[in-house]
């Protein structure tokens, strides 16, 4: 019998097909006693098999790009920690086997970024995505990760580590789906980023029967365990027309009566620009420049490098909007360099536009680059801070880019409440807003994003996150300002209406987002998308925000 889940779509398209499940078989080597002898040739098992994992996640780094090179890149510099390193041959000093040392000294790490706080509990399932490759070169056993599989199928995963994420091969991996990662965790955005559908945040995706087919709804999260042909037959022909609704629409970003609201692409470095001018955007509304910074967090990129990184996206949109976002460091996203690494709380500390007026002369730096790159090209340059809190930090943004010379509109994300609630002040200051609902939605419902059994309070309809959304743009629309929504709001369809009907100016989002909601978009009128909206606001839970909306919109 046809059993019926729901987890937490991410990444749009239909997939059908077989379950495989992930290797993730936590792999323990015996705890036995060496003699001490046979330490130095331990010690130089162990830096060989850290020395090639590291880099194997390199080599898979480059050949992904983007913002997946990043996110790998990240954690091979995790592998080579020099502490861990030390750890391992302290351990193998004393009598350990490499393979029982290593795995060992990963799980005192592990416990220590545990208990560190909230950036950490996102990065624990990187850390042992990386102790398993160790372990399991060590064993001289098959890799955990990706099934090898020769025929397509949906990959089930307790969660997804991105250096998997980032090696998926669309052709064989119809798509997949996790037990944790919230709705704007690291994977989903990242899926987002491959086109691969995806739903996550899905209580017991892991104990479906390998080989059972299942059909999984990237949109609704929906997913059939088991389903007839019948009913396959019907969800294929569904995705055929949403397929076909999709190529038939192209052009710009706009309603159903000519009402515009650009669609822009959310992208995290150069390698991410052909699937975004492919997908028809008309811009680039959040470039998270913090990817560049990622390769070697030790140190800040020179400002030549980022002149060139820079120049390359700019490049790719003449006459179009390019919305680049200052490093946001901190939190889910640590630079040794900027993050303080004793904070109780990274999320609630010193990140975003604070880590940068700690650090004015990163700030200088990127603010200058921007400057350099810009100069002579006929793109519209926005240039954005992420975590404003007040009118003070707006200020002091704007007092930076003057500093550095920058012809540019300088804006200020909203992501935490007290922005939405003083957007009026905030402009005062800058030029723009754009809201990044991802955050937002985190501070407001306290609520990690990072934690998938959290997710009913990340969800983006949220009639709270809504009026914040509500504020911020009607202020935006007060002082003929423009507020934009960047985060992964924007990406849901049918969402990005209600946003639209909010007084939102324009949508940015993964590449793959973005044929979905030109499509919506384009069935409804701007009257329509304001009368959704404001049912949307009239509910008391996300599902019936959504409910609400869905109504109005088909006209029930
Ligand atoms: C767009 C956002 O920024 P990031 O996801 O990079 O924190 C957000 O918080 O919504
Ligand atoms: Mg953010």
């Not at 080599?59 to 990043?70: D, T």
């Not at 934690?451 to 996150?465: E, H, K, M, N, Y």
Request: hydrophobic share 45%; charged share 20%.
């Amino acid at each position: 019998m046809t059993e019926t889940l729901r987890g937490v779509g991410v990444s749009h398209g239909v997939a059908i097909g077989q379950v495989r499940h992930m290797g993730t078989a936590v792999l323990e080597p015996l705890a036995r006693q060496t003699p001490t002898e046979e330490a130095p040739r331990e010690q130089a098992r162990a830096r060989q098999a850290v020395e090639a994992v590291a880099a194997d996640l390199q080599a898979r780094g480059n050949l992904a790009g983007g913002e997946a090179q990043a996110v790998l890149e990240a954690q091979s510099l995790m592998a080579l920690d020099p502490e861990l390193m030390s750890d391992v041959e302290r351990r193998i000093t004393v009598g350990s086997t490499a393979e029982r040392a290593v795995y060992d000294a990963f799980a005192s790490y592990r416990a220590l970024l545990a208990n560190a706080g909230d950036y950490l509990a996102g990065r624990v399932a990187d850390l042992d995505d990386v102790r398993n490759r160790i372990v399991a070169r060590l064993m001289g056993v098959p890799m955990p990760g990706v099934p090898d599989s020769d025929e397509p199928y949906v990959l089930i995963a307790r969660d997804l580590a991105p250096a998997d994420t980032a090696l998926l091969d669309p052709t064989l991996v119809l798509g997949f789906v996790t037990e944790e990662g919230g709705p704007t965790s690291h994977s989903a955005i990242l899926a987002r980023a491959l086109g691969v559908p995806a739903v996550v945040a899905m209580p017991g995706a892991t104990r479906m029967a390998e080989g059972v087919v299942v059909a999984v709804d990237g949109s609704t999260g929906e997913i059939l365990v088991d389903p007839s042909e019948e009913k396959q037959q019907e969800w294929r022909q569904l995705a055929a027309e949403r397929k076909a609704a999709l190529s038939a629409s192209t052009g710009p970003g706009q309603t159903s009566d000519g009402y515009r609201v650009p669609l822009l692409a959310n992208i995290g470095g150069p390698a991410d620009v052909p699937a975004a001018v492919a997908a028809g955007a008309e811009g680039v509304g959040l470039f998270r420049t913090e990817f560049l910074f990622l390769d070697d967090s030790t140190t800040a990129p020179s400002e030549e490098a980022q002149v060139a990184a820079y120049r390359k996206v700019l490049e790719a949109f003449p006459e179009g909007r390019v919305v680049v976002r200052v490093l946001d460091a901190g939190a889910d996203k640590p630079l040794d360099f900027m993050t303080p690494g004793d904070e109780p709380n990274p999320a609630l500390g010193v990140r975003g536009l604070r880590s940068l007026l700690d650090h004015p002369e990163v700030m200088q730096t990127q603010l200058r680059a921007l400057a350099k790159a810009v100069a002579g090209l006929p793109v519209y340059l926005e240039v954005m801070a992420p975590m404003v809190a007040d009118r003070i930090d707006a200020k002091a943004f704007a007092d930076a880019c003057r500093t550095a010379g920058l012809s540019a509109k300088f804006g200020a994300m909203v992501e935490i409440p007290s922005a939405a609630l003083r957007a009026r002040s905030i402009l005062q200051e800058v030029e723009f807003l754009s809201l990044g609902t991802n955050d937002l939605a985190q501070y407001t419902f306290a609520a990690d994003r990072q934690v998938g059994s959290l997710a009913r309070l990340q969800d983006s309809w949220q009639p709270a996150l809504l009026d914040l959304i509500a504020m911020a743009a009607t202020a935006a629309k007060a002082t003929g300002k423009s507020c934009g929504v960047c985060g992964e709001a924007a990406a849901d369809p049918v969402l990005a209406c209600v946003l639209t009907g909010l007084g939102v100016t324009s949508l940015s989002m993964g590449a793959s987002a973005i044929p979905y909601v030109r499509a919506t978009l384009a069935k409804y009128t701007l009257a329509q998308c304001t009368r959704a909206a404001a049912a949307a606001r009239a509910t008391d839970t996300a599902d019936e925000a959504r409910a609400a909306a869905n109504q109005v919109l088909s006209g029930e």
